[in-house]
Structures are given as C-alpha cells and as structure tokens.
C-alpha cells in the first residue's frame, strides 16, 4: 500500500508544479497585459535589430550536435556500468564492449562522411 501511495504523491507533484509553474507565468506575464510593438521587438544589446530573427544554419552545425549528444549518452552508461562492474559479472564485460564498438561504427562512419570537417 505504501507504494502506492508514493507513486500517487509523485504523480500529483508531476501535474501540480508544471501547472502552477505554467499558471504563475500567465499572472506575471508583462506581454500578456500590455503588449506594444516595443514590447516585441527583438533587443539586441541596445540596438536597432537588423534583418530578420530567421536564420538558417548550416546542417554541419546539427550533426556536429548529433555527434556531441552519441558521445553524451555513451558517458551516462559507462559511468554507473562502471560503478557495478564487480557486481555485474563477466557478461557485463562483453555487452559494455559490444556497446562502445556499435558506437564507434558510427564514430566512424561519421568521420568517412567527413561530418567532423570543420571548414
């Protein structure tokens, strides 16, 4: 019965905060009270903006971030995997390996399609 009741107490935290989070920025929201063209324009340290806010990037920049994020989630599994390997046994060994190698195929298979040029 006990977790129960925590699995309710953490699903009412987890509805009650986002909505009063989500509540409270409507009350002191300055733009929905008095909107001006001022108000929305957008403030580049002091001066008149020039151009658009739309830019376009380059493709490289998000496959550069595609990259960081692999090498990222790789660095949150090894660490606990890490942490247990004691405890975890011999076949943990082999799936850690089998792990790191799918993900240097695609370290690699980014470096072949030169991704990480930076020109």
């Known amino acids: 019965m006990d977790q129960w009741v925590a699995a309710a107490g953490y699903i009412a935290v987890a509805i009650i905060v986002p909505v009063s989070m989500l509540v ?3 009350l002191v929201s300055v733009t929905a009270k008095s909107s001006s063209k ?3 324009m957008t403030y580049e340290c002091g001066e008149e903006p020039e151009g658009g806010a ?3 990037f ?3 920049y998000y496959l550069v971030a595609l990259v960081f994020v692999l090498f990222d989630i790789e660095a949150v599994f090894l660490f606990p995997w890490a942490l247990a390997i004691e405890e975890l046994g011999g076949l943990a060994i082999v799936d850690m390996l089998i792990f790191v190698l ?3 195929l695609g370290w690699g298979y980014a470096l072949r399609k ?3 040029k930076w020109q």
Request: proline share 6%.
């Open 114 to 116: 030169g991704a990480l």
């Open 58 to 60: 380059h493709p490289r």
């Open 38 to 40: 001022l108000k929305t």
């Open 102 to 104: 799918v993900l240097l």
């Open 54 to 56: 739309w830019l376009q």
């Open 24 to 26: 409270a920025a409507k």
